[in-house]
């Protein structure tokens, strides 16, 4: 009976699902009297042994306990497509990835078109430029960044059959940097796969293809960094960062999953520092394809004000409780910004009733609207919370205001060290930074080529000027607003 028990058990803690109805038939036929022999193989055959008969003949079983064992439901795992393998991945994608290569007029710093020879005759320099970009339409439209064509007067797509066609703008987003492009008479063409930037997590596979310094086609891989990477003022708050190489040439161009959908363009690389890359997502670009197909543009609205990410170091300048909102840095003149009686250094918190925490928010909310739009704003200034409502205009292009230098001299200083280790010289606006002291308390926040526009919150008039407020300002902690490479930003510099 033991050996009985013993098998019944094995039967129910050692087999599947499928076959325990098998075993509760044969559980149920040893209460029978007379129960048949099962055939030999049968499932779950149970050995038995006879019993001797008692008194009577019959032949009493004790009952077996054999409990009700639940089986919860097992969910089978959503196994993965298998992947192709990388050089198959590779054969597959390529045929969608283009070189641009540009033509353009080279221009000196005021403007002017660069001469052939030093007497100033002959027609102007000529400059090649190569990136890269993707076609997303069999009728011959390809994507790239609106940097690799910008000013360019001539445009040409090779393929990657070397197939080379003339090829012409038909829609720019300078906010975004993309542009769309139309190649001529190229026929029916082989489109990319565009999946979704969503879903992308750090530590996903991808490929990025382009023609890098261009050496021709070139497959680099890496890897997902980081997601909602923001790069500069005001910009796109949702950056794809790569370990993936990206070099010049390779602008424009796709990043991959491993899928071989189109998840991003390849935009920027961070100078100073290997394996760090940048990708402009691609549901960024989906979301206003259809415009830039159809009118060539995008329309947003626009407030006409440039404004930065408030640090911990500017928070406790600028008096704020905490980090929040967006730091405006320039208004322009005749903008609606500049006729709601915006200042640089106040401060936005909030738009539509929405808080705005980060810089990359407000740079959203605006991304995302229209011209026309009246917007209700709510921004601080010197601690006290204001309220404004402002009507948006049409988005406008423009140029940084330069901070080229003056032909003045460098302001004299007192000391063998100047002050805050800072030397500045005379600008058009401001005070150009021309050397800073390596052990000094503007190490590391100021820059040479820095133009220093306020101190304090009060314009600077020159390297004369500045020096003399640094001097009196002791040990202070100072807030300066300054140009650097085109774009205004505070910086909060603290005495030692």
């Known amino acids: 009976m033991e050996r009985l028990r013993a098998a019944a058990w094995a039967c129910v803690g050692f087999l599947g699902a499928a076959p325990l109805a098998a075993c509760d038939d044969r559980a149920a036929a040893l209460s029978r009297a007379a129960a048949p022999r099962e055939a030999a193989g049968a499932p779950c055959s149970i050995p038995r042994e006879e019993l001797p008969p008692a008194a009577g003949g019959a032949w009493p079983l004790p009952a077996l306990p054999l409990p009700a064992l639940p089986l919860p439901a097992l969910p089978l795992p959503a ?4 992947a192709l393998p990388l050089p198959a991945l590779i054969e597959q994608v390529r045929p969608v990835v283009v070189t641009v290569a540009t033509l353009r007029a080279i221009s000196l710093p005021d403007g002017r ?8 005759r002959g027609p102007p320099r000529v400059e090649r430029a190569i990136g890269s970009g993707f076609v997303i339409a069999a009728e011959g439209l390809v994507l790239t960044s609106e940097h690799v064509v910008g000013d360019a007067f001539g445009i040409e797509v090779q393929l990657s059959d070397e197939r080379a066609f003339e090829a012409t703008v038909v829609g720019r987003d300078p906010a975004l940097d993309v542009a769309l492009l139309k190649l001529r008479g190229a026929g029916s063409l082989r489109a990319a796969s565009l999946g979704s930037s969503a879903p992308i997590r750090p530590g996903d596979d991808v490929l990025v293809i382009g023609n890098p310094f261009g050496l021709g086609p070139t497959v680099t891989r890496g890897i997902i960094s980081a997601t909602s990477r923001p790069m500069g ?6 950056y794809l960062q790569t370990d993936a190489a990206i070099n ?6 796709p990043l991959f999953n491993a899928a071989g959908q189109v998840i991003g363009i390849a935009t920027a690389i961070h100078e100073g520092g290997r394996g760090i890359s940048f990708a402009l997502p691609i549901d960024e670009v989906l979301e206003i394809l259809p415009e830039l197909r159809e009118t060539g543009r995008v329309d947003r609205g626009r407030l006409g004000i440039s404004f930065q990410e408030v640090t911990s170091q500017l928070a406790r300048a600028l008096r704020l409780p905490r980090r929040m909102g967006a730091l405006i840095t320039e208004v322009e003149p005749e903008s609606p910004g ?7 250094g106040d401060v936005i918190t909030s738009v539509e009733g929405r808080r705005v925490d980060h810089a990359r928010e407000l740079a959203r909310e605006l991304r995302r609207s229209k011209p026309g739009d009246e917007v209700k704003i709510t921004y601080k200034r010197g601690g006290a919370d204001r309220r404004a409502t402002v009507k948006l205009e049409r988005s406008a292009l423009r140029d940084p205001p330069p901070g080229r230098r003056a032909p003045d001299g460098r302001a004299p200083t007192d000391a063998g060290e100047p002050p805050f280790g800072v030397l500045a010289s005379d600008a058009l606006e401001g005070a150009l930074v021309e050397s800073i002291s390596p052990q000094s308390p503007a190490a590391g926040h100021l820059e040479v080529g820095d133009v220093v526009l306020d101190l304090n919150g009060a314009p600077v008039r020159g390297g004369a000027d ?11 902690d100072l807030l300066l607003r300054v140009r650097r490479n085109g774009a205004t930003r505070y910086l909060a510099v603290p005495a030692r």
């Open 79 to 82: 196994l993965p497509l298998p």
């Open 113 to 120: 078109a660069a001469p052939t020879s030093p007497f100033g």
């Open 233 to 238: 003022a005001g910009s796109l708050d949702g």
């Open 248 to 253: 010049p040439g390779n602008s424009g161009g």
């Open 338 to 344: 500049s006729r709601l009686g915006f200042r640089p």
């Open 466 to 476: 500045l020096t003399a407020r640094l001097l009196a300002a002791g040990r202070q």
